[in-house]
């Protein structure tokens, strides 16, 4: 009996889950968006008005471009959007989002990034995640080590009092990464979006107000 009801409460949350995933991914398809990862920044940048029209926009780990999409609604024509990405992403009809194929690991990133940048950045915005092996700790030992790889971009390419939005995963080493996000910033909340899926570790860190940026 008690067997029959786990397994039947697992169908239901599978069947929700496949339900749930239809919805964005359809959505997304109907309204032009690139990834049903597009509507978890319309959220964030909704809830916390993360954007201003003219804006400077770094989004890293930005391919196929549903991110790109959405900061480019929110900054409009006057703003820039940059791009940057291992994998290539194909080209957007806009000429103010730029694109930067680059391992954003790799020790000359955070002085690339800048380089590509009208001026420094009012928001840095990171959906970096490593490809899932399935094999919890290294996975969350990847994503942490992303996140520390978006904070050393951050603190070179982001301006004083600008933002930033870091995907996390909850596990071991998190506090760890979420400690060094919140010594950089005024105030950072933790929040999952409606769009990410009920199995995902995945965690949204809202950084505002950088304490850095200076020089
Ligand atoms: C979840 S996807 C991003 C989806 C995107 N926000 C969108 O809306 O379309 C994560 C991306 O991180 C990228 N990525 C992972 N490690 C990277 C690295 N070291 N340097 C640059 N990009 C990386 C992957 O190639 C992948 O495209």
Redesign the pocket.
Known sequence: MKLKHLLSRKLLENMTEKRRKDHFYFLARRLG???R??F??KELADRFRIFRRGAVVV????????????AREHVGEDGFVLG????PIKPFPWSNVKLLR????SPG?PQLILEALPRKADVV?S?????VSGVWELDVARQAS?VE?ALKVIDEVLKPRGSAVL?MFQGYSFQEAFKEVKGRFESVKLTRPRASRSSSAEIYAVALLFKGGEG
Do not use: F
């Open positions: 968006y690139r990834s990862a597009a978890k920044l989004d890293l780990g930005a391919a196929p471009g549903g991110w790109i999409q959405v940057v990405d291992l994998n680059l391992d954003v690991t990133a915005l959906d970096l995640s490593p490809k992303l790889s995907k």
